[in-house]
């Protein structure tokens, strides 16, 4: 009888041991899918023809969402105008929305980044501030928003959204020195988040209900803009 009991006790140990060896496997099937979406959260550095993959397909989304707009957007019109195969698309994008939120992400960014680098090696605080007026009244030239705001106003307006908060966080940086600038020679402490988010403000007008009378005084009326926001803070501030 003890042998007997012994017996089962060593056939029944195999059993957990199988199953922890199985686990392994199952975790590792659950890797490629991750990967897949990995690459478009930017969790993963993709190496140079991965980048320039997935550029081909941004580029591509939007000749294709300005053709048909965001809600009918096909995976395959994509495939085609960037050049790859359903395959390589879903190596980067897991999705339809991945890609739509990717590519809004990848626009606002691409806004800003280029912004930061036109900036970034002015010193001297006015130009710096010319040169803010420069790169907005060339984006507003050469921008095709208003378009996607026609062919899909539901997707154009959650993007103007996320840059218009994304732009007042990052024209305060870009126009640190201006601000301080300004805050020296003042004496007060101007209310730069104000001042940010009206300049992005009369951006997006610009897109939205375009100057008949062409845009060359934008700079002018900005300037004007902020002056007056400029005496205001002062007034307050003296009162």
Not at 155 to 165: E, P, Q, S, T, V
């Amino acid at each position: 009888m003890p042998k007997r009991a012994a017996t089962k006790a060593e056939t029944a140990s195999p059993a957990p041991k199988t199953k922890k060896t199985a686990a392994p496997d199952a975790s590792l099937r659950t890797v490629k899918p991750a990967a897949r979406n990995s690459a478009a959260g930017v969790k993963v550095k993709p190496n140079r023809r991965s980048e320039e993959t997935i550029a081909n397909i941004l580029k591509a989304t939007e000749e294709v969402v300005l053709m048909s707009g965001a809600d009918r957007i096909s995976i395959l019109d994509v495939c085609q105008v960037a050049g790859v195969s359903r395959g390589t698309f879903y190596r980067y994008f897991s999705s339809q929305e991945d890609l739509l939120d990717t590519f809004s992400r990848h626009k606002r960014e691409s806004f800003h980044t280029s912004l930061s680098q036109e900036l970034g090696h002015i010193s001297d605080p006015e130009a710096r501030l010319n040169a803010l007026f420069a790169y907005l009244d060339n984006y507003l030239e050469q921008s095709r928003a208003r378009r996607l705001l026609v062919v899909a106003p539901d997707y154009a307006l959650g993007f103007f959204r996320r840059i218009f908060h994304d732009s007042i966080v990052r024209f305060q940086d870009g126009l640190g020195i201006v601000f301080d600038d300004w805050d020296d020679r003042l004496g007060v402490r101007l209310d730069r988040e104000l001042i940010c988010e009206m300049i992005i403000r009369y951006v997006l007008s610009e897109i939205l209900v375009p100057e008949a009378a062409g845009r060359r005084l934008f700079p002018v009326r900005v300037k004007k803009l902020i002056g007056a926001l400029i005496m205001g803070s002062t007034s307050r501030t003296r009162r």
